[in-house]
């Protein structure tokens, strides 16, 4: 299947800095990426879905100033937590999926990201 | 809104037995269903995805069967090994087949 690497694994971070996590489709265009959190024994939680050279959608709920994602190329998203506190500390995923012949593909999703604020 | 269930939420079963992992949907207008597994502190793995004209599809010991009308999905394990534990999840996209709702997830244990 094809690769979305995310990066870093772990981040531990001072309570009020921004971290910054990478999501990149290594061996096909992703269209379309998602970025999730889940906390500990949940399912996934969409955050928001970026589209390349759009602004990201939000779901209702998630604070777009708080967390800021970047898709400016067709294998890149970023997404970075801004002035971050430890109630943001949780697990991050991301995910990216291509768009052909007006379907889009199978979803992959990356390693995650565990972020600790402390 | 589109509703995802899982059961059972957990499963413990010795190793070398078959099993069948469950997964419901509310909406049966669905482009495709997708399994995934997700070991402890990682990402999630594409297992199968199966097209919503599909019945069934494998891949090696594992066997994803979909009943779109009446809202049902299957993922058969055959000959369980230890290597199997982890927690299994499905999903299913939107209307517009983009965003994925995730179900509720299957802790899945091999006992060697």
């Known amino acids: 299947g094809a690769v979305v690497s995310q990066h870093p694994s772990r981040v531990i971070c001072k309570s009020g800095t921004s971290v910054k996590i990478e999501c990149r489709s290594l061996?096909?265009?992703?269209?379309?990426m998602f970025w999730y959190r889940q906390f500990p024994k949940q399912s996934l939680m969409l955050m928001a879905t970026?589209?390349?050279?759009?602004?990201?959608?939000?779901e209702q709920g998630v604070e777009k100033d708080k967390f800021l994602i970047n898709h400016a190329s067709l294998t890149l998203s970023t997404l970075t937590v801004t002035s971050a506190h430890p109630e943001d500390s949780s697990f991050y995923i991301c995910?990216?999926?291509?768009?052909?012949?007006?379907?889009?593909?199978?979803?992959?999703f990356g390693q995650g990201t565990r972020l600790t604020v402390v | 809104k589109q509703e995802v269930t899982q059961i059972p939420a957990a499963l413990s079963v010795p190793e070398g037995e078959n099993l069948v992992l469950n997964c419901s949907f509310t909406?049966?207008?669905?482009?495709?269903l997708q399994w995934f597994r997700q070991d402890p502190g990682k990402g999630l793995t594409s297992l199968l995805l199966?097209?919503?004209?599909?019945r069934e599809q494998t891949s090696g010991r594992l066997n994803a069967s979909l009943d779109k009308s009446s809202g049902r999905s299957t993922l058969y394990i055959a000959a369980s090994q230890p290597g199997d534990s982890a927690t299994y999840l499905c999903?299913?996209?939107?209307?517009?087949?983009?965003?994925?709702?995730f179900g509720t997830g299957t802790r899945l244990t091999i006992i060697p």
């Open positions: 995910s990216a999926r291509d768009w052909q012949g007006g379907i889009y593909t199978e979803a992959f």
């Open positions: 061996d096909f265009q992703a269209t379309t």
């Open positions: 970026s589209n390349e050279g759009s602004k990201a959608t939000y």
């Open positions: 909406d049966s207008a669905i482009y495709n």
């Open positions: 199966i097209q919503s004209s599909q």
């Open positions: 999903a299913v996209p939107d209307f517009g087949n983009e965003k994925l709702t």
